[in-house]
Each structure stands twice: as C-alpha cells, then as structure tokens.
C-alpha cells in the first residue's frame, strides 16, 4: 500500500546512475538530489531541463520489510529518438529512503518533450501501489522552452 504525498514541477540536481542492462528505456535513468516541489500541478508544460513526478509513501503492513526500490512505469506518447528508436513506455526501479520514494522524468531533450497524457505507475512486487496522470503541454508561443540555468 502507497500514499502519494506530492506531486508537480519539482527542482534539484540531476546526477548519472549507473547503467543498468535491466532498464527498457531510450537514454539511462538519472536520479536527483536535493529534490523539492516547486509547483504543485497534474499539469506540465514541457520545457528542457523542467523535472516533473511524484513522491510516493509506502505504507507498511505487518508483517512488512520495507523494499529498497519499487518499479516505475511512464506511459508517454510515442518518443522518437534521433537515431530513430521509439518507445512510449518508459520502466526503471527508483529507490525507497526512509519509506519514501521520488518518480519523475526530466525533459533532456526536446524530442522529449511530447505533449499528451503521461501516466506514472509505481508498482512493488508486481502489484501497482500507486498511479498518477499528468497533461504535458506544449509552451505558449512565445514562452520560454528551457529551464535549464533556472533556480
């Protein structure tokens, strides 16, 4: 059982996680550090370098170990990538700390940056424990489309 405690624009670091063959995804996972909710919204407009996701708690039940990583799936629209690989399926484990963990995707690219329904699924042991939708949209004419260099 999982309660999700936040959600939105989030800021912080991005820093390179090592590769793991396992993952079915179009680039490696990066993880943040120093992680804060900057806007709380189910509504992203997408921008380069914008961070978005949710932080889940896990709720234990007796007799329960807390896990050291739950599963993540990302449904997005179809992502091509410039080498021409497309997926619109994204899956990586993301750690738990102290019964928290942080799910989230970052815009790195602007081929990224697909407006539509994006689903974050949270899964431990393969049953799903938490879901949240989010509206990507694209920025208004005119509005910037980075935050990188921003906060």
């Not at 624009?9 to 090592?18: E, K």
């Not at 690989?85 to 738990?96: L, Q």
């Not at 697909?114 to 799903?128: N, Q, T």
């Amino acid at each position: 059982m999982a309660e999700i405690i936040d959600f939105g624009v989030v800021a912080g670091r991005l820093v390179d996680s090592p590769p793991d063959g396992g993952q079915r995804v179009l680039e490696p996972v990066r993880a943040m550090q120093k992680l804060r909710y900057i806007e709380r919204s189910d509504r992203i407009e997408a921008r380069l370098c914008r961070n978005f996701g949710i932080t889940v708690k896990l709720i234990p039940a007796p007799p329960f170990r807390m896990p050291d990583w739950v599963e993540v799936r990302v449904l997005h629209p179809k992502l091509t990538r410039p080498d021409g690989k497309e997926s619109a399926e994204t899956r990586f484990p993301s750690f738990v700390v102290d019964g928290l963990s942080h799910v989230g995707f970052s815009f790195e690219h602007e081929w990224e940056m697909a407006p539509g329904a994006w689903i974050m699924i949270v899964s431990l042991r393969g049953e799903e424990i938490a879901r949240k939708a989010f509206t990507v949209t694209a920025p208004p004419p005119g509005a910037p489309n980075s935050d990188c260099g921003v906060g």
